[in-house]
């Protein structure tokens, strides 16, 4: 497809389960974002892939986050031991990295700890 | 880290008028993003803006670089216009990696 996307659009799950969401960037696009959205912070950024690698993972909101990117396009945002706070909208964008650092975003997963 | 502020938070207008919407930050940027959130809670992007003017249709936005701000200008609006329209900023003291940060937002109600 042209943009990016997400999956699955939408995940339940109960407390202290782990879930995994995944993008799918544009094709071509080397940097990588993930962004989180919820009621009471607003849009809030995550962790950004430039390649494979992450330089910087103090963005994540615990330990129990933890995220990769394999062959510089898929990337998985893995949630452990998930709790109630974790409910939120996840987003992914990816842009091209050039002196034009447009960032595009998917549509996001709805996750709901019940 | 950098701060965002949109004004005003809520906006409601009827069919066919203007607004502006105003983006403030507190430092220099290496890119402006003006998005829209539709119902569905896609972001679509309105302008990359870091500087200057630009203009697409009813819409266009101007952003003062050195002076911290940036305004999105929206003509003869539309019931389709409604949403929540979001500036976001990346500082140029991260070099790139800090994401975007996004401020809480405009939320525009267009009545017919």
């Known amino acids: 497809g042209a943009g990016v996307s997400q999956s699955p659009s939408n995940k339940v799950t109960e407390k202290g389960k782990d879930v995994e969401l995944r993008c799918d960037p544009i094709?071509?696009?080397?940097?990588l974002y993930w962004y989180r959205q919820s009621l009471g912070q607003g849009l809030e950024f995550l962790i950004y892939?430039?390649?494979?690698?992450?330089?910087?993972k103090s963005g994540l909101p615990s330990d129990r986050f933890s995220a990769e990117r394999t062959g510089g396009s898929v990337s998985t945002l893995t949630i452990q031991r998930t709790q109630q706070e974790d409910s939120a909208v996840y987003l992914c964008?990816?842009?091209?990295?050039?002196?034009?650092?447009?960032?595009?975003f998917g549509p996001g997963t709805r996750l709901t700890v019940l | 880290g950098i701060q965002v502020e949109q004004s005003p938070p809520d906006l409601i207008l009827q069919e066919g008028a203007n607004s502006t919407l105003r983006c403030n930050f507190s430092?220099?940027?290496?890119?402006l993003q003006w998005f829209h959130q539709n119902p569905w809670g896609q972001l679509i992007n309105l302008f990359y803006?870091?500087?200057g003017t630009k203009q697409n249709g009813r819409l266009s936005a101007t952003t003062v670089a050195t002076e911290r701000y940036s305004l999105l200008y929206i003509s003869s609006s539309q019931t389709t216009d409604s949403g929540v329209y979001f500036c976001?900023?990346?500082?140029?003291?991260?070099?790139?990696?800090?994401?975007?940060?996004f401020g809480k937002g405009t939320h525009l109600i267009i009545q017919p």
């Open positions: 430092d220099s940027v290496n890119n």
């Open positions: 964008a990816s842009s091209s990295w050039s002196s034009y650092n447009e960032q595009f």
């Open positions: 892939f430039q390649g494979n690698s992450a330089p910087d």
């Open positions: 803006i870091p500087s």
């Open positions: 976001a900023v990346e500082g140029s003291a991260g070099g790139g990696a800090d994401g975007l940060t």
């Open positions: 094709s071509g696009h080397t940097a």
